[in-house]
């Protein structure tokens, strides 16, 4: 069993619940911590007991309140692009995780937090979160994605306005923009960011992880090459047991049985 200073990593039903505790420091995401979820999510990867994930920070004040300010004023030039190249490396290993990975966005959601959830595939927030990139009140720019993931998933306009006035916005308005997926009562949170991932893996594991990979690297192509990663993706699924089963199953009115094969 790996032991990890500052998350708590749990498994039930299927779904590995990873949680960030630095509660002094509301989480802020120093470089031993990013290491920690690149550990953890190489253990989700290979785990046959994991389908998928919910990514959440401790207590009721932060999800992620961003980097570890005191680690980032020391650095220089050099070590400046190997923290960005590190935050960069593992949240973009959660973004390519054919896994699902769910953030449950359960406070503040700034800076590093802020992109540690735009690496996630959905996001659930608590009407009580708030989200922002205020990195340019630093001095600096967004430095692990959130350059490019941000206007990816809300447009240029308003990903600009994010990251150029370095405001935050509350959860509300992060679902009006497209920023989050749903925004739930507090003590809901949780359970419904559970009920959402149970209801996604439901459905046939391969075609899941195929769909990840198509939207994700899609977004990089263009309409013709992306259309043809559909069009393989799709006649590689027609080979799999888990579609015979899923059609076989619709035609009969039951319930599918997939298997991921």
Known sequence: MTHYQNLAYEVADGIAAITVQRPDKLNALDAATIAELGEAMRRVRESDDVRGVIITGSGSKAFVAGADIAELAAMGSIE?????????????????SPKPVIAAVNGFALGGGCELALACHLRVAADSAHFGLPEVKLGII?????????????????????????EMIDAAEAHRIGLVNRVVAPEALLQATRELLLTILRNGPTAIALAIECVTRGMDMSLDDGLALESNLFGLLASTGDMREGMKAFLEKRQAEFKGE
């Open 142 to 166: 967004p430095g692990y994605g959130g350059t490019l993931r941000l206007p990816r998933l809300v447009g240029r306009g308003r990903a600009l306005e994010l990251i150029l006035s370095g």
């Open 80 to 96: 400046g692009v190997a923290v960005s190249r590190l935050g960069q490396r593992v949240f973009r290993e959660i973004e390519l």
